[in-house]
Antibody, heavy 123, light 109 residues
Framework: QVQLQQSGPGLVKPSQTLSLTCAIS??????????WDWIRQSPSRGLEWLGR?????????DYALSVKGRITINPGTSKNQFSLQLNSVTPDDTAVYYC?????????????WGQGTLVTVSS | QSVLTQPPSVSAAPGQKVTISCSGS????????VSWYQQLPGTAPKLLIY???KRPSGIPDRFSGSKSGTSATLGITGLQAGDEADYYC??????????FGGGTKLTVL
């Protein structure tokens, strides 16, 4: 059974960097068949996919256009985790952030989710 | 504004059937498979359906999915009080991003 455990601060000041970590158990961040994604949810934006990291002989990242240039998703192989960094945050980045595992059959879908972290951007 | 369009709410009595629609375009649903997620209050979304109509292990066959053209439908039969939740459709679009519907709140009367 895959489990994803999120950690990180719930309050970030405007213009600073949001940082969250997702610890994986029951699978490996270096899996050749999964992706490791970040998704956020807010009343104004609904569910919004932010990006993913995955290993296919080497590491790859895909990012949503809405946050490209501000986002970094990194694997942490020694601790079997992955992280999200979102720079230059504004109050519009206030949301519940989820990590999730991407699985593939005929298309990608998200079969395991973290518990969610409410991140508020406020001074 | 969500890329995929869902009705804000649906309702039905216990034991009845309900359907939830999800409308997209040729840039997303029309050329990809759809997944559905159930979100109970205060919890993370949970996968209900993938590849349009496949159920993960542990999901009862009261839940079903279908797709036609640029629209998809989630069906729930034998409604139970525990089915009260928000339901989201999701797929991928031509910009290589996952996209979701705005969610549908199901009320069991």
């Amino acid at each position: 059974q895959v489990q994803l455990q999120q950690s990180g601060p719930g309050l970030v000041k405007p213009s600073q960097t949001l940082s969250l970590t997702c610890a994986i158990s029951g699978d490996s961040v270096s899996s050749n068949s999964a992706t490791w994604d970040w998704i956020r949810q807010s009343p104004s934006r609904g569910l919004e996919w932010l990006g993913r990291t995955y290993f296919r002989s080497k590491w790859y990242n895909d990012y949503a256009l809405s946050v490209k240039g501000r986002i970094t998703i990194n694997p942490g192989t020694s601790k079997n985790q992955f992280s999200l960094q979102l720079n230059s945050v504004t109050p519009d980045d206030t949301a519940v952030y989820y990590c999730a595992r991407g699985a593939y059959n005929s298309a990608w879908y998200f079969d395991y989710w973290g518990q969610g972290t409410l991140v508020t951007v406020s001074s | 504004q969500s890329v995929l369009t869902q009705p804000p709410s649906v309702s039905a009595a216990p034991g009845q059937k309900v359907t939830i629609s999800c409308s997209g375009s040729t840039s997303n649903i029309g050329n990809n498979f759809v997944s559905w997620y159930q979100q109970l209050p205060g919890t993370a979304p949970k996968l209900l359906i993938y590849d349009n109509n496949k159920r993960p292990s542990g999901i009862p066959d009261r839940f079903s999915g279908s797709k036609s053209g640029t629209s998809a439908t989630l069906g729930i039969t034998g409604l139970q009080a525990g089915d009260e939740a928000d339901y989201y459709c999701g797929t991928w679009d031509s910009s290589l991003s996952a996209v979701f519907g705005g969610g549908t709140k199901l009320t069991v009367l």
